[in-house]
């Protein structure tokens, strides 16, 4: 059975960080961060592919970072320069399949259960 296992949401200041991490049960050729916020539809936020080809929505460029942990089957999201609007539920999502040297497609086959965020101003 494939799992998903999001970890390290919780409550930060404006300007504060945080540091999302995702137990994959099975390696993936790509990984993904969405969100979804309350009353509002869920976002893609950022991707990864296994090598390494990333990709960030414009409202998170600049400020997260996303890596993985091939051999362990771990995915992150760093998060600096956290805004009220980042405030969501963040989930880890997965996709088995993907294209060589291109970035990931949006699609995705499973997804984790999330982790929340929650950034005060």
């Known amino acids: 059975q494939v799992q998903l296992v999001e970890s390290g949401g919780g409550s930060v200041q404006a300007g504060g960080s945080l540091r999302l991490s995702c137990a994959a049960s099975?390696?993936?050729?790509?990984m993904h961060w969405f969100r979804q916020a309350a009353g509002k539809q869920r976002e893609w936020v950022s991707s990864?592919?296994?090598?390494?080809?990333?990709g960030y929505a414009d409202s998170v460029k600049g400020r997260f970072t996303i890596s993985r942990e091939n051999g362990k089957n771990f995915l992150y999201l760093q998060m600096n320069s956290l805004k009220p609007e980042d405030t969501a539920m963040y989930y880890c999502?997965?996709?088995?399949?993907?294209?060589?040297?291109?970035?990931?497609?949006?699609?995705?086959?499973?997804w984790g259960q999330g982790t929340q965020v929650t950034v005060s101003s």
């Open positions: 099975r390696s993936f050729y790509c």
């Open positions: 999502a997965a996709r088995l399949a993907g294209f060589f040297r291109q970035a990931c497609p949006r699609e995705v086959d499973y």
């Open positions: 990864i592919s296994n090598e390494g080809i990333t």
